[in-house]
């Protein structure tokens, strides 16, 4: 829009309030490729205007203050950017209609009249992009009343702020009695609550406040008590957080709690609003709330960012449990170092047999559905013995250590963890993994070969596997020959898939108090002494995500390729402690060259690079978004890495001897001791 068009509608004695302001952002809104820095000279040149206009400008001032006097700011204040309180069902299908059939506009409500002004998704930008000097200058421009029309003004906004303040208290004093926060903490119906408290004084505040304004020689009641109140309930928050780790959490109770901090966030916002001590800060927030309003309003009526909002809760809820257990998969010390290569060389042994019997399913001739049954029970029960017998698979950690990681990056400043910190961690997990590879890799390879080579021995020199299978298993991890690395990436895939499996029923088994239900089950206690169903509570409520992540993920394991075959799609799956086995069989049988060997484990060493990555990736994305935290640097985090590498390049596959767990770097601050050791070794499979 020219700036001669939008003087003359400005001119226009017919031209609303709220048509005004729409004609000024569309006239300061940039072009697509226009730099920001041409919006706050446009500011510059509209003031230097209605100076030059004093008709205009003031035509425009008590046009825009007549709409002023009828507006009303209560559902900007305290439901535009929050999350809602109808839960997510509801606020879809509300926006889903709203789509469809949009609600009538209200102009009296400042709520609507934003979405009609900063209407484009692209005003988020740019209105966070112009200088605070710019918008304070702006509005004080635009809404240059008299003394006396100003002085009323800002009373009667002040009296709206006030009434947001004291219900968005009352809002969270009553839902601190939600039945899902008194399962987390049944002592708060005992004891004096800073939610409550944080009501009461508000309440103080927001009646003493507007009668220093009418009477300036009254004593003003400050609000600083009303600050300590605030932290208070944020601790508590926290400390609520943390119990979810050990008494579970839902996608329910998790969006609560993170509506009591945006809550919390709020009430501290528009407190700094009223502040009459700090003139700076009260116009530096006013501005932030503006912005913070803008972005709110471009989602308003958005099915996607409700989607986003919702699965990233859902994820929330899943990964803490991946991230308590995460720190118990890096090794930093040698002891802990050689106690994962034992672990893992237990997962190659009962792999290498699995393999085995694997072969033995195929060579029954069944159909492809019996088959697949087979195939996929073998995988899952003997995932789920490896992980009985406190074993390891290597490529089953990443889900774990990348939610781990996540939370450390979520503990440094502004949601970004020191990258020297965060490169040395990358390096205990990159030993940790390195070395349960090995061991699942150099066992799995060795028994098979020997299984092969004592059944030919025994056999008279007749082969384990026939020609064709050999010629199948060295083909099939080929990495150029062969889709191998497409059908390690599938494998990837399954194990984040299985990760997130294992954080959900572990979630959902604190959330429903397994051990208790368990231990007074009726038909457990007919059956079973005291003391075995008091084991089996604990071990069930224990071990419920890793049993069953490791039976789903074989399930999945095997029966990719029946799918794929179903749906005409080349898909199937390469795992590198299978692949390691396959190799030992069929070097059983011949062994072309040392060279070729050589090359075959290092075939199927690729695969489970690929493995890893994929899955880490996968998993790390989750955790990251889980947490609305990101890595601020990939430049400085890798020149931390390389440097850390250079200083101590045997560390990157083998720990220093002073090495030590570093807990301050995996746990975070705070984080309450587990109810129950046991726990950690119990996840070693997962």
């Not at 230097?48 to 002023?68: K, N, S, T, V, Y």
């Not at 009296?108 to 605070?132: C, H, L, N």
Request: with cysteine.
């Amino acid at each position: 829009m020219s700036l001669d068009k939008m003087l003359a509608e400005l001119a226009n004695p017919e031209t609303s309030a709220v048509k005004s302001m729409v004609l000024i952002v569309d006239w300061l809104r940039p072009g697509r490729h226009e730099a920001t820095d041409a919006v706050a000279d446009r500011m510059t040149g509209l003031a230097a205007i209605l100076q030059a206009r004093p008709d205009l400008h003031q035509q425009l001032a008590e046009r825009l203050q007549g709409w002023l006097d009828e507006a009303r700011f209560f559902q900007l204040l305290t439901g535009l950017g929050l999350y809602s309180r109808r839960g997510f069902l509801k606020e879809m299908g509300e926006r889903l209609y709203e789509r469809l059939n949009p609600s009538p506009v209200n102009m009296t409500s400042v709520k609507d009249v934003f979405f009609i002004v900063f209407r484009r998704k692209s005003d988020i930008e740019w209105v966070a992009q112009v200088p605070d000097d710019a918008w304070v200058s702006l509005l004080f421009t635009l809404w240059q009343f008299s003394p006396e029309a100003l002085a009323s003004t800002q009373e009667r906004l002040c009296h709206e702020v006030l009434y947001a303040i004291e219900l968005l208290s009352i809002w969270i004093a009553a839902e601190e009695l939600e039945p899902a926060i008194l399962r987390l903490d049944p002592r708060i119906l005992k004891r004096d609550s800073a939610f409550v408290a944080l009501q009461r004084e508000l309440a103080l505040y927001t009646q003493a406040y507007p009668k220093w304004l009418s009477d300036p020689e009254t004593a003003r009641l400050d609000d600083a008590h009303a600050r300590v109140l605030l932290e208070q309930c944020e601790e508590e928050i926290a400390r609520l957080r943390r119990r979810t780790v050990n008494c579970g959490t839902s996608v329910a109770l998790t969006h609560l709690l993170e509506r009591l901090s945006q809550t919390l966030a709020r009430i501290e916002l528009l407190l700094d609003v009223v502040d009459p001590d700090d003139p700076e800060k009260r116009r530096r927030r006013g501005v932030e709330l503006f912005r913070q309003l803008v972005q709110a309003m471009a989602a308003r009526h958005s099915v996607g960012a409700l989607w986003q909002q919702n699965t990233r809760l859902l994820a929330r809820s899943v990964t803490e449990n991946s991230s308590d257990h995460g720190e118990h998969y890096i090794a930093g010390s040698r002891r802990e170092y050689f106690r994962m290569l034992a672990s893992g060389a237990g997962g190659g042994f009962i792999i290498a047999f699995m393999a085995l019997i694997k072969i033995q399913i195929l060579g029954l001739g069944l159909a492809d559905f019996p088959q697949t049954v087979l195939v996929s029970l073998n995988y899952g029960l003997g995932f789920v013995l490896i992980h009985m017998l406190y074993c390891t698979v290597a490529t089953k950690q990443p889900a774990m250590t990348a939610a781990s990681i996540a939370e450390k990056v979520e503990q440094g400043e502004h949601g970004r963890a020191n990258a020297r910190k965060l490169a040395e961690l990358l390096v205990r997990v990159g030993r940790t993994q390195f070395v349960a590879i090995l061991g699942n890799v150099a066992v799995a390879l060795s028994v098979a070969f020997l299984i092969g080579w004592g059944y030919s021995q025994w056999q008279g020199g007749a082969p384990l596997i026939g020609s064709e299978r050999y010629d199948y298993i060295l083909s099939g991890i080929h990495p150029w020959q062969s889709p191998a690395l497409f059908y390690a990436a599938i494998a990837g895939l399954w194990l984040f898939v299985s990760g997130l499996i294992a954080g959900w029923f572990d979630n959902r088994s604190a959330y429903l108090d397994m051990e208790a239900r368990l231990r007074g089950h009726p038909v457990l206690r007919a059956v079973l002494p005291a003391g075995a169903r008091d084991w089996l509570a604990r071990y069930a409520s224990e071990n419920y995500g890793a049993l069953m992540s490791n039976f789903t993920f074989g399930v999945l394991l095997g029966s990719t390729g029946y799918i794929g075959h179903q749906l005409g799609l080349p898909i199937d799956i390469r795992h590198v402690a299978f692949s390691s086995a396959d190799v030992g069989y069929a070097m059983s049988v011949d062994i072309p060259s040392a060279q070729a060997f050589v090359c075959f484990v290092l075939f199927a060493l690729l695969i489970g690079g690929v493995n890893l990555v994929v899955s880490f990736a996968l998993a790390l994305n989750v955790a990251l978004r889980a947490r609305g935290t990101r890595i601020a640097s990939i430049s400085k985090l890798l020149k931390a890495y390389f440097q850390v590498l250079r200083e101590r390049p045997a560390g990157l596959l083998y720990p220093p001897p002073d090495t030590v767990p570093a807990e301050e770097d995996v746990v975070p601050e705070g984080k309450p001791e587990k109810k129950d050791e046991k726990k950690s070794s119990g996840d070693k499979a997962a």
